[in-house]
């Protein structure tokens, strides 16, 4: 078990669609007692009991981080997907009882920085509502910049640009807005620290970019959490509790582990944060790695795998679990 | 030969590295002493970093030794003064009016460098992202735990406070945010009897 894993019992007490695509969630603890305090950028697993299948998905808390009588998550559906976020939107009712894994933040502000500059794509906005929530106590020195489809899909651009109209600016694709990355970098004061949390291709391009102009690593941050992908079913032997298990087609590795009943470790399920790394014992074919977390060369050792997002086609895998 | 090869310590000692070019808008390069050696390696590496480069060199007890090299590398600005701490108002201008993308090199003795990467972190650079290289002397900044008081250029174990007079053993215990090793009473149990000074790594 990990931190991740101390659970609460939570209803459902608003929901809330923003638009087409989000729905905003609230959360409070069934007993009636407060919940734990957060940090900006923290999430939160939510746990969702569809028929047979138990799904676990991390979502970014974006509520006041002060305010414990509730948490509050936007969900964005994904048809795509493999249902957690269409359970969300289908299934979920005001009233309903569900349960909730403790805050975990692998997104936090550096509260050494002289200034946070946030740049978020899509439905990445959502951390950055309770960062900016933290800064406004602190009288902190942030500047946002949030790119999304259009006004309509842009969850959140009315509220950020009348609580905040000189710190946050928007771009809109449709309208072929772009964000001007280099010139935004370029001239940003010494003790700047970069956030970005939105699709791979931005992540990277603002990493990519940062890098070039000579910024320190240590001063860029980011948040992408991936959904495990569907994939082949595939056989696994856990070498530790001696059993074999089989992955199914819309299942992870690691939701396969935990139905079989063996206790693994996790915390955000979404390959950022490195907790679920697992040692492979043997393998014959080919593991399907794609997870942030581990190096290229501990990828193509074939010697680890994190089991919450990554998969394996052939004939043999065992892992020491 | 200027280098000298740091024995390992406990986790509380700084260690140095070596001085690479990096990717950057702008490079900031403080040496003393024998550190000049290490910038005019670092030109050598990449010569193109000295037309975006401020290099402010203390020459101390070196002279005029590395000074005309160090004319020919032709930095954008260079500045040479009779000591760090004359010149930290200067430092901290050019902090302040600094942006991001600014690479920070640091070199010569750990007094120096302690000094000059407590001023760059303050500014908000990150103290892992800054690059140094030990050269020159191993004489070390010390503060004395017990009066707080700070010995520059102590080149014996132990030593007497410049401040208080306590006679005090040298740690390897560091303060980043008093860029100085620590020194504590060596006799306090049974005072006068003190060990003789041994110099620092003889």
Request: aromatic content about 8%.
């Amino acid at each position: 078990m990990s931190a991740g894993t101390n659970k609460i019992d939570v209803t459902v007490t608003d929901i809330v669609p923003l638009n087409d695509l989000v729905t905003r969630f609230k959360f409070e603890r069934s007993d009636g007692e407060l919940l734990p305090t957060f940090s900006g950028g923290a999430h939160t697993v939510v746990e969702m009991k569809d028929g047979e299948v138990s799904r676990l998905n991390p979502y970014s808390l974006m509520s006041d981080p002060n305010d414990r009588t509730a948490y509050t998550i936007s969900v964005r559906r994904d048809e795509e997907g493999r249902g957690g976020s269409l359970f969300m939107h289908r299934n979920v009712k005001v009233g309903d009882r569900m349960t909730i894994s403790y805050p975990v933040n692998l997104f936090a502000l550096d509260l050494r920085a002289k200034k946070h500059l946030m740049i978020a794509g899509g439905i990445g906005i959502t951390p950055f509502l309770s960062q900016i929530r933290q800064l406004d106590y602190a009288n902190g020195h942030f500047e946002l910049h949030y790119a999304c489809r259009n006004r309509a899909l842009g969850s959140y651009v009315d509220y950020l640009t009348s609580a905040h109209p000189n710190d946050v600016h928007i771009y809109f694709d449709e309208m072929k807005q772009a964000i001007d990355l280099e010139n935004l970098l370029d001239g940003q004061p010494l003790g700047t620290h970069i956030y970005v949390c939105g699709p791979a291709g931005m992540i990277n391009w603002v990493r990519d970019t940062a890098e070039k102009l000579g910024w320190p690593r240590e001063a860029v941050h980011f948040e992408e959490f991936l959904a495990p992908q569907s994939g082949k079913p595939f056989q696994v032997e856990l070498a530790a509790s001696n059993k074999t298990i089989e992955v199914g087609e819309h299942q992870s590795l690691l939701e396969a582990i935990e139905a079989a009943g063996v206790d693994a470790p996790y915390l955000c399920r979404g390959g950022a944060c490195g907790q679920c790394e697992t040692n492979v014992v043997d393998y014959d074919g080919e593991i399907l790695h794609r997870d942030h977390w581990l190096e290229d060369d501990e990828k193509q050792s074939g010697k680890k795998i994190m089991p919450c997002v990554s998969r394996f086609e052939g004939k043999i895998l065992v892992l020491d679990r | 030969m200027s280098t000298f090869e740091f024995p390992p310590s406990i986790t509380s000692r700084p260690v140095w590295g070596k001085l690479e070019p990096r990717a950057g808008k702008s490079h900031l390069m403080i040496a003393d002493a024998e550190g000049a050696e290490a910038l005019l390696k670092l030109a050598q590496a990449d010569g193109s970093l000295m037309t975006k480069a401020h290099i402010m060199y203390f020459p101390g007890e070196t002279g005029d030794t590395y000074i005309g090299k160090l004319e020919e590398l032709a930095p954008a600005q260079l500045y040479i003064g009779p000591s760090y701490e004359a010149a930290v108002p200067r430092l901290r201008r050019t902090l302040a009016g600094a942006h991001m993308g600014l690479q920070v090199y640091l070199t010569g003795t750990e007094s120096l460098m302690g000094q000059a990467m407590r001023e760059a972190t303050d500014a908000g650079i990150p103290h892992t992202a800054i690059q140094t290289e030990h050269r020159g002397s191993v004489a070390r900044r010390m503060q004395c735990v017990h009066c707080k008081g700070i010995t520059e250029n102590v080149m014996t174990d132990p030593f007497v406070c410049s401040h208080c007079g306590l006679n005090l053993f040298v740690r390897d215990h560091y303060s980043r945010r008093h860029a100085a090793f620590q020194g504590v009473c060596v006799d306090a149990e049974d005072p006068g009897n003190v060990p003789p000074p041994v110099e620092l790594y003889s």
